[in-house]
């Protein structure tokens, strides 16, 4: 009795990992289903890889600057809130926690993002969730201060 008890103990982390939704793939955006509002096309990535682990995930972004030139980062965010600074082209950065919700079935981005030159920088969340049988990836971006804008982006699983 006690053996298996403490058994379960040890696999009840596993499991609780285990049934987090598997956001893994290559995903582009579909820029016809993409509702932009008034934003610029260029603030959300083009495509994204992301690699799923059991306590990160890991997302390599190809995004666009002002000019329409492409750039590409890569951040690895842990499943437990940790807050990760990662710079993505010139001296731009951002600083990035992930929190899961819903059950685990999606996961929001808090994001504060400092560009080129700026004495201050942007905030804003980003809800990740799946449709479509996990086909769809959506991107629903708030910016919270400096321009505040909404984005709801798709993104097709090739």
Do not use: C
Not at 32 to 50: G, I, M, N
Not at 94 to 100: F, G, I, P, Q
Not at 148 to 155: G, L, P, Q, V
């Amino acid at each position: 009795m006690k053996r298996s008890l403490v058994f379960l103990l040890l696999l009840l982390p596993v499991l609780s990992m285990a049934q987090k939704t598997d956001f893994s793939g290559k995903w582009e955006l579909n820029l016809r289903k993409t509702d932009f509002k008034q934003a610029p096309e260029w603030l959300v990535p083009r495509s994204l890889e992301v690699k799923q682990k059991t306590d990160a995930i890991i997302i390599q972004a190809r995004i666009y600057d002002k000019e329409m030139v492409g750039h590409y980062y890569t951040e690895t965010l842990s499943f437990d809130g940790t807050t990760r600074q990662t710079a993505t082209y010139g001296s731009n950065k951002r600083t990035v926690s992930l929190k899961w919700e819903y059950g685990d079935k999606s996961f929001v981005l808090s994001v504060h993002a400092v560009t080129d030159g700026a004495d201050a920088g942007s905030d804003f969340t980003e809800t990740w969730s799946l449709e479509n049988d996990g086909k769809t990836l959506v991107l629903d971006r708030v910016a919270t201060q400096y321009g505040d804008y909404s984005i709801k982006a798709y993104y097709e699983k090739k």
